[in-house]
């Protein structure tokens, strides 16, 4: 397993964890959990749930750091396991948050760390 999972978050969004100190939006209330993803797996996800969105940053999560447990599973029914969070995560585990760049033709560009 990698030392780094990858979550896709609204700027905004994250301007709010920050000044709370924890992020415990997005998929955490309905489902649960945070949705994660490898660093092979964000670009494909950004596209397929995010497609032509601005205003999106990409977290590069420390998984030594996360104090939740993190599941790497299917849920959808498939073969690919994605890291899942669950509970809220402490902000001292993200070690980056990076713009996600959209090209002329709406795709996002890759992050170079």
């Known amino acids: 397993m990698s030392a780094y999972i990858f979550h896709i978050t609204k700027k905004e969004t994250w301007a709010k964890a920050l000044a709370k100190n924890l992020y415990d939006y997005c998929t955490l209330k309905t489902d649960g959990f945070i949705h994660c993803s490898t660093e092979k797996q964000y670009l494909e996800v950004s596209h397929r749930i995010f497609k032509g969105q601005n205003g999106l940053v990409l977290l590069k999560i420390n998984v030594e750091l996360v104090d939740k447990k993190i599941i790497y599973e299917n849920l959808e029914g498939g ?15 993200v070690e980056k948050a990076k713009d996600l760049i959209l090209d002329q033709d709406g795709k996002f560009l890759p992050i170079h760390w």
């Open 79 to 93: 073969s690919t396991s994605y890291p899942h969070i669950y509970g809220a995560l402490n902000i001292n585990a």
